[in-house]
C-alpha cells in the first residue's frame, strides 16, 4: 500500500459519512481488486465518504471514480426526519445541498483527479452511459421505489466479471430498511451473479454473464 493510498483511505475514514470503517475498507478492497477494464461508478455519495474508499482503489489501478447524486438528500435528511441537519439547507433556495461539502471533501483529501462528480438523479444519466463499469456502488436513496430504479437503470451497465456492491443490506427489517436487501435479492435470485464475501451491510455480488 502506498502513503497515498493510506493518506486516502484516512481521510475517507475521518470524512462525514454513514460507512462503518469496515465496510470502508470492504469496498476499498473490492475496487482493487476488480478484474476488468473501466471505471468505478457510486449512485449515491452524500459528503463524499465512500468515494474516497473507491479513490483510493482506484489511484492505485489507474483508473476514475464517478459519483451519481443530485446533492438534494435523500428522505431522511429532510425537514422533520431523523438525520436531518439545518446546516445543510441552501437558504437561496430552501433545499439541501451536500455538494459544497463533497467538493471540500475530495479537494481536501486531494483526490480531484481521480474523482468525477456529476450532479444528477442517476435515472437521469443512465440512458447517456455507454462505457462498461467494473464496479458499481449501490447506495442511493432508500425508498423501495428509487432502489428499484437505480438497479434497472445501471446493473446492465456493469461489465461481464464486474463487481456490484449494495450497502446497508439487512435481511432483518428490525436492523434496517428493506429496499436494498431487495435490489440484493433480486440481483441474486436472477442467476446472472455470484455472491462474493460481505462485510457488515455491505454486499459484494460478481457478474457472470
Given at each position: 500500500m502506498t502513503p497515498a493510498t493510506t493518506d486516502l483511505l484516512a481521510a475517507a475514514e475521518a470524512a462525514p459519512g454513514f460507512m462503518p470503517p469496515e465496510e470502508g475498507r470492504a469496498l476499498y478492497e473490492a475496487a482493487r481488486a476488480a478484474a476488468v477494464p473501466g471505471p468505478l461508478l457510486e449512485v449515491g455519495s452524500w459528503?463524499?465518504?465512500s468515494a474516497l474508499y473507491l479513490a483510493a482503489a482506484a489511484r492505485e489501478a489507474g483508473r476514475q471514480?464517478?459519483?451519481v447524486d443530485h446533492h438534494r438528500g435523500s428522505e431522511e435528511h429532510q425537514p422533520g426526519w431523523e438525520y436531518h441537519d439545518p446546516s445543510l439547507v441552501d437558504p437561496a433556495v430552501g433545499r439541501i445541498d451536500t455538494l459544497p461539502r463533497f467538493r471540500r471533501t475530495i479537494a481536501e483529501a486531494g483526490a480531484e483527479d481521480v474523482v468525477v462528480a456529476?450532479?444528477?438523479r442517476s435515472?437521469?444519466?443512465?440512458?447517456?452511459?455507454?462505457?462498461?463499469?467494473?464496479?458499481l456502488?449501490?447506495?442511493?436513496?432508500?425508498?423501495?421505489?428509487?432502489?428499484?430504479?437505480?438497479?434497472?437503470a445501471w446493473v446492465a451497465k456493469l461489465a461481464v466479471g464486474g463487481t456490484l456492491a449494495v450497502h446497508d443490506v439487512f435481511p432483518d427489517p428490525a436492523d434496517g430498511g428493506q429496499a436494498p436487501f431487495g435490489v440484493y435479492?433480486?440481483?441474486l435470485a436472477s442467476g446472472d451473479f455470484e455472491e462474493l464475501?460481505?462485510?457488515?451491510?455491505l454486499r459484494l455480488l460478481r457478474r457472470l454473464r
Open positions: 459528503m463524499g465518504k471514480v464517478v459519483t456529476v450532479v444528477t435515472e437521469v444519466l443512465a440512458p447517456l452511459w455507454s462505457t462498461p463499469l467494473a464496479l456502488f449501490l447506495d442511493g436513496s432508500h425508498t423501495e421505489e428509487s432502489a428499484r430504479r437505480d438497479q434497472d435479492t433480486r440481483v464475501p460481505g462485510t457488515g451491510s
